[in-house]
């Protein structure tokens, strides 16, 4: 069973990047899509991005121009950054397997964006 | 990017009632059309994927049915462990989109 877990801190300033990390166990992250979503609290999701395992990424227009999505085969994980935060970026981030239903998910973790 | 409308936002119905909830698409999304349910403090967990494939695990009283614009989903007996939010998301256009939810609350 794949299990994914995201790690990083809970806890970003404005204008910082936020950086997280999602390993992945019980299976190999190659020939897969890998996404990040995110849930700001009480909302609805958003769907950030995704790698494939070759490294190609595709983002969401929105957030485009401050996402980078990167994938370490070695490591079995991947990551996300977003650069200069803002209070709106807080969420619930989840790292998930897939680019179009993704079929398993981490539990998510809370990144808060403040002074 | 396509929006997804979902009704009711919250439907309120007994254990064992049949649960009946709808999304639908500003355009047309063919069959990819994906269903969620996420209970408090926890990740979605995929249900229905392209409009009606039951996921890995998935109990046979949640079916999904639709085309295009409309779809549905349908539990044919609520469970106790049933009641949470559901979220309806396309593939169809980059990006991937998710509906507001629809929350399916004991009466």
């Known amino acids: 069973q794949v299990q994914l877990q995201e790690s990083g801190p809970g806890l970003v300033k404005p204008s910082e990047t936020l950086s997280l990390t999602c390993n992945v166990s019980?299976?190999?992250?190659?020939?897969?899509?890998w996404s990040w979503i995110r849930q700001p609290p009480g909302k609805g999701l958003e769907w950030i991005g995704y790698?494939?395992?070759?490294?190609?990424?595709r983002y969401n227009p929105s957030l485009t121009s401050r996402v980078t999505i990167s994938v370490d085969m070695s490591k079995n994980q991947f990551s996300l950054r977003v650069s200069s935060v803002i209070a709106a970026d807080t969420a619930v981030y989840y790292c998930a397997r897939g680019m179009g239903a993704p079929d398993f998910w981490g539990q998510g973790t809370l990144v808060t964006v403040s002074s | 990017e396509i929006v997804l409308t979902q009704s009711p936002a919250t439907l309120s119905l007994s254990p064992g009632e049949r649960a009946t909830l709808s999304c639908r698409a500003s355009?047309?999304?063919?069959?990819?059309l994906a269903w969620y349910q996420q209970k408090l403090g926890q990740a979605p967990r995929l249900l229905i994927y392209?409009?009606?494939n039951r996921a890995t695990g998935v109990p046979a009283r949640f079916s999904g049915s639709g085309s295009g614009t409309d779809f549905t989903l349908t539990i044919s007996s609520l469970e106790p462990e049933d009641f949470a939010v559901y979220y309806c998301q396309q593939r169809s256009n980059w990006p991937p989109t998710f509906g507001q939810g629809t929350k399916v609350e004991i009466k």
């Open positions: 019980g299976g190999s992250i190659s020939n897969y899509y």
């Open positions: 392209d409009a009606f």
């Open positions: 790698v494939y395992y070759s490294g190609s990424t």
């Open positions: 355009q047309s999304v063919s069959s990819y």
